[in-house]
């Protein structure tokens, strides 16, 4: 937690003011509705939905990350809704919202499962999951550039196979993995592996 923090404490936005491209992509196809970002850290995809007309809830266990997303939110004119701490304890509703969105949302394994599970709760039956982060073949990309970033770890790397048995109650209409060039504020610079997955709530 301490690692975010100070990340985010600084002036500067970790990774950049704009939105990711594959989420800015994706929710063009959808009439703005309710959204829920997860690990949104200093705000940027959310503040983007907002200002494209989506109700915006998103959390973190980050502080600074909230204060960083606010002061975004209030120069761009526009509210989110954002809570900070572990997601069992944040008392968003039920089938409630239309979207989720995981944007390079990296954990360790043990957490991993459970985290899916639980915010696949929130999302309403026909709603959809957006998840972009770093794949299983991500860490050859990361030693030839450290700047691409994203964990140093196996372990906390996405695999095709892991992501459809987190949310094997989706049908799935996007998992891919592939290299990508990202140009993202001070931490995603370069060519990473990325897997893209899209799935609808059963």
């Known amino acids: 937690m301490q690692r975010w923090e100070d990340r985010f404490q600084k002036e500067e936005y970790a990774y950049g003011i704009e939105p990711n491209k594959f989420l800015a992509q994706q929710l063009n196809h959808f009439k703005p509705g309710k959204i829920l970002f997860g690990a949104e850290g200093e705000g940027r995809n959310a503040v983007y939905a907002a200002k494209e007309g989506w109700n915006v809830s998103a959390f973190d266990i980050s502080t600074e990350g909230k204060n960083k997303a606010l002061k975004l939110a209030k120069s761009n004119q526009v509210h989110i ?94 998992l891919e993995e592939k290299p990508v060039a990202l140009q993202e504020g001070l931490y995603h610079n370069g060519t990473g592996s990325v897997l893209r997955f899209i799935a609808e709530k059963l």
């Open 81 to 174: 809704d954002y809570r900070v701490g572990h997601l069992p304890d944040l008392k968003f509703k039920p089938n409630h919202f239309d979207v989720i969105a995981l944007i390079y949302a990296h954990f360790p394994p043990e957490i991993r499962k459970k985290f899916h599970s639980i915010v696949s709760t929130h999302l309403k039956p026909g709603g959809r999951i957006i998840f972009e982060a770093f794949g299983e073949h991500h860490l050859k990309y990361r030693k030839e550039n450290p700047n691409v970033g994203g964990p140093k770890d196996q372990a906390s790397l996405f695999s095709k196979k892991e992501v459809q048995k987190d949310f094997k109650d989706f049908k799935v209409i996007l």
